[in-house]
């Protein structure tokens, strides 16, 4: 399926990296490294020129902390977002919020992609993206309210669980108006899941791909991957890039990311291995 966002359209082979910029005091990644409004243009800026084909921008932890309501949410991502599109008029921006107010603003402000990491908790945040013509991602949150933490979650089968609630998203969005060509998946790694879940929804990621919509996986520096290594948010490098090269053999197109540099690298060898794209420079043995 073509995606498309924005002024941009996306062929089936295409390995995009959606980059990371939070503006948040307490992320678990960067701690606060781009809160300040230059700071995270900055980080716009580098993600671009490292080969970021979408920004995500967020103003609101994923997991549990200081409350943010709305109105703080919107103070701390809608100046960004118009900042980031005059200096980026073609740049796929996307937007992490699971309210509607939020991202009726930020899509009013020049946002291309609503990013909804909390499962559809906000019914017309999909009503939002039908009325502005702006791209969603559904996610697989393991039916959780926002900003919790599972405690001994158990499904009967983990994948088929997120297949049947992302899915039914999908289908919601493109009844309500969504292009269906502007609609992710996400199975939401660490979401609503232990590491065991995210390992094997990683694994059986081929059966998501299947369903026909396009796959779009956060994997960066998670949770997962620190239990799997035993190592640190910023030890995570090498594992978030095995995770990102089997995701990417497997199917998935899009891939959240704080190191977009590495994860471009990483997809663009994929992409060669796979036969998507040629080899840069192609001398050896040729001579």
């Known amino acids: ?18 980059a990371i910029v939070n503006r ?94 909390w499962g559809g908790v906000d019914p017309a945040l999909a009503e939002v993206a039908a009325g502005s013509s702006t791209g969603l991602v559904c996610t697989h949150a393991g039916h959780l309210p926002p900003r919790t933490r599972p405690h001994r979650t158990g499904y009967a089968d983990i994948m088929a669980d997120v297949v049947r609630a992302v899915t039914g998203l999908a289908a919601r969005a493109v009844a309500l108006g969504v292009r269906r060509d502007a609609i992710l998946v996400d199975p939401g790694h660490d979401f609503g899941k232990n590491t065991r879940h995210s390992l094997e929804v990683t694994r059986r990621l081929g059966e998501l791909v299947g369903t026909g919509w396009p796959v779009l996986v956060a994997l960066s520096n998670k949770d997962f991957i620190g239990e799997t290594l035993d190592m640190c948010p910023d030890q995570r490098l090498e594992g978030t890039l095995a995770a990102t090269a089997v995701s990417a053999w497997l199917g998935a197109r899009v891939f959240r990311a704080h190191q977009v540099a590495a994860t471009r690298r990483v997809l663009d060898t994929v992409g060669a291995i796979r036969g998507d794209r040629p080899p840069l420079v192609a001398r050896r043995g040729l001579a």
Do not use: Y
């Open 1 to 18: 399926m073509v995606l498309r966002l924005g002024t941009r359209t996306f062929a089936d082979d295409d390995l995009l990296v959606m």
């Open 24 to 117: 948040t005091p307490d992320s678990f990644f960067d701690r606060g490294a781009t809160f300040d409004l230059s700071a995270a243009l900055d980080a716009v800026d580098r993600a671009v020129a490292e080969g970021a084909d979408i920004v995500d921008v967020g103003g609101v932890k994923a997991g549990p902390g200081t409350d943010v309501d709305p109105a703080e949410e919107i103070r701390r991502t809608a100046d960004v977002v118009v900042a980031m599109r005059e200096r980026h008029p073609d740049l796929v921006i996307s937007v992490d919020t699971w309210r509607s107010e939020v991202a009726a603003v930020l899509v009013q402000a020049g946002a291309d992609l609503i990013n909804d990491s």
